[in-house]
């Protein structure tokens, strides 16, 4: 009799258009290590089942994953690590929110509230605020550097901020494209350029850290918003979403210019219109940014790992 094939039961979700599939059963043993540890093994011995629940035939270059364990916080109503079709993230904004649609759906959050959720790069809180809302409120984020400078291939000189949001990012503002849904093959080249310049000039994040994450900035397409941005993410997919690491990015930089007041908002629009409603407050001096979303549970299902498949483990990339 043949191996039956491994199952892996999933949720999927949307958060402003950018989906998210959270793996809730038949993931991988990872032990009982902080996260970072837990990270780390996933990503050494079990990196094929990344590849096999995200990568094509049964994902997309779009999806983002999120793997729930045990917390190593008793605080925790959960532990969660993020994935994407290129690597492993710290932290994934619109994926929190659609973490916390997914276990509204599976029953373990059953009424509005604060709820504590520990990820790799620390603990954020999740307000559940009823129906398909939520707010998280993201690990202190912070400016690394101002006004950085850097000659792209086949485009000039383009003046950047480095900042951190949970990923590493490099935001600009003063980059000339059109930022519509129309110009995205265009917009993904650009970006892309660079974050092959940052690397090849040895720009970084604290400690060394790579910037995989490009923001670009223009004004927002409807007057209720403050702006409108275009983010390319590691994998090179682009973020349907406001992008919640960056847009607390964007806040970061915005409260160290002097532009943004505690507790003010800023809406952020997406390339593809939809709309993160982001503010901040100061906690000992740190920039702590709040993200409001909306999620929509999409899919439950359970993925087939057949060995004798020759795709079973994803085509790659």
Not at 83 to 96: D, E, R
Request: glycine share 12%; proline share 6%; net charge negative.
């Amino acid at each position: 009799m043949p191996d039956q094939p491994r199952k892996i039961h999933v949720i999927d979700s949307h958060t402003g258009g950018e989906p998210t599939r959270v793996i809730t059963a038949g993931g991988p043993d990872l032990g009982r290590g902080s996260l970072i540890e837990r990270r780390a093994i996933f990503a050494e011995k079990f990196d094929d089942i990344r590849s096999a629940v995200i990568n094509e035939p049964r994902g997309s270059d779009v999806l983002v994953g999120a793997l729930l364990v045990e917390p190593t916080d008793p605080s925790c109503i959960a532990g969660v690590l993020f994935f994407n079709n290129a690597s492993y993230l710290g932290m994934c904004g619109h994926g929190t929110i659609g973490v916390a649609m997914t276990l509204v759906s599976m029953g373990r959050i059953q009424k509005p509230g604060t709820y504590r959720l520990e990820t790799p790069v620390g603990i954020v809180s999740i307000e559940y605020h009823g129906g398909n809302e939520v707010t998280i409120e993201n690990i202190p984020s912070y400016r690394h550097a101002k006004d950085v400078s850097i000659i792209v291939d086949g485009i000039g000189t383009i003046v950047g901020d480095v900042a951190w949001g949970g990923n590493w990012f490099f935001l600009v503002a003063d980059h000339g494209q059109e930022l519509e849904r129309s110009n995205i093959e265009k917009l993904t080249d650009f970006t892309r350029r660079i974050r092959q310049a940052l690397a090849r000039d040895g720009i970084s994040g604290k400690d060394g850290a790579e910037i995989d994450h490009i923001e670009l900035f223009g004004p927002p397409k409807l007057p209720e918003n403050q702006s409108r941005n275009f983010v390319l993410c590691p994998g090179l997919a682009y973020d349907r979403s406001p992008c919640g690491t960056g847009t607390s990015a964007k806040l970061a930089c915005l409260f160290a210019n002097g532009k943004l007041r505690e507790g003010e908002i800023w809406r952020q629009e997406s390339i593809i219109g939809s709309v993160f409603e982001g503010s901040v407050r100061i906690d000992e001096g740190r920039i702590i940014p709040r993200i409001k979303g909306s999620a929509y549970v999409t899919a439950e299902a359970i993925l087939l790992i057949d060995r004798d498949d020759p795709f079973a483990l994803g085509i790659p990339r």
